[in-house]
């Protein structure tokens, strides 16, 4: 592969920079705690990258924006689900810039188009030019225009992965709400074990025994989130899943330290 542009992605989760059971609600203290995190990492040649949580899901699943544009009454939805996203962004990169961080927000539906709800264009050239300047791009989950379906939803997690190989990146760090991987899912299996270290053969064994988040999540849960890690890790970049509620951990994480969490490489 060639230069490394971006050391790290970190993807934090819409279930940990809101409440996702109220709609457009942020977790304020949980976005103030890891933009400190961040802070005292000190980490170069970064990408943060958020999910929409309360912000989007709720507004996108009303108007069904992931299937695409089928009637007009869905135009308004569009609207309103990117200008949540936009809200929920600017929550979050204000908060990191009150922690001197070098944050910008980058308009994830100004940069990508996807061909059937897949990443088909990516415009590089805004992300790489920050990176260059040492300031931090923060894009996010986005309702996008599709050029088959009008219109859709695409997730940080695609956008991490795909962000991740075009770049070079070292490593992906998902913040997400439990301790990482599981046999099954946690919520709803008290007799889920805790992968810390896997394989990618592994993990493609595994992946019909993830469940889903439970509550409304239009990009997949963490079934999802597993799927497009596939092509990252395929390319050699390592992907740590890490419990971002628990505070400290996304600092470890970032460090390079000991944390609980899944960990999974070629």
């Known amino acids: 592969m060639g230069q490394r542009v971006a050391q790290t992605i970190l993807k934090l989760g819409g279930s940990v920079v809101t409440v996702k059971e109220k709609a457009s609600t942020p977790d304020t203290r949980a976005i103030q705690r890891l933009s400190r995190e961040i802070a005292r990492a000190h980490c170069e040649s970064m990408i943060i990258i958020h999910g929409g949580g309360s912000f989007g899901h709720f507004v996108a699943s009303e108007y069904k924006i992931k299937e695409g544009y089928n009637n007009p009454e869905q135009l308004v939805g569009f609207s309103k689900t990117r200008q949540k996203m936009v809200a929920l962004n600017k929550l979050i990169v204000d908060a990191l810039i009150n922690n001197n961080i070098l944050a910008v927000s980058v308009q994830s539906s100004a940069c990508f188009l996807t061909e059937e709800g897949r990443l088909s264009y990516v415009s590089l050239e805004p992300i790489t030019g920050l990176l260059k300047l040492n300031l931090i791009p923060v ?27 075009a770049l070079n990146s070292e490593r992906i760090i998902l913040g997400v709400d439990v301790d990482g991987l599981y046999t099954s899912d946690p919520k709803l299996d008290p007799k889920a074990r805790l992968i810390e270290k896997t394989s990618l053969g592994e993990l493609k064994k595994m992946l019909t025994k993830i469940g889903g ?13 597993m799927v497009e890690m596939i092509p990252a890790i395929e390319k050699g970049i390592r992907v740590s899943v890490i419990n971002a509620k628990k505070p400290g951990r996304i600092y470890k994480a970032l460090k390079n330290k000991d944390v609980l969490g899944t960990t999974l490489k070629l």
């Not at 599709?146 to 992965?161: P, Y």
């Not at 988040?213 to 989130?225: E, P, S, Y």
């Open 213 to 225: 988040a439970i509550t409304t999540d239009v990009t997949g849960g963490m079934l999802g989130k």
């Open 139 to 165: 894009l996010y989950g986005d309702a996008v225009l599709d050029t088959k379906l009008g219109f859709t939803i695409l997730s940080g997690d695609q956008i991490a992965s795909k962000l991740a190989i």
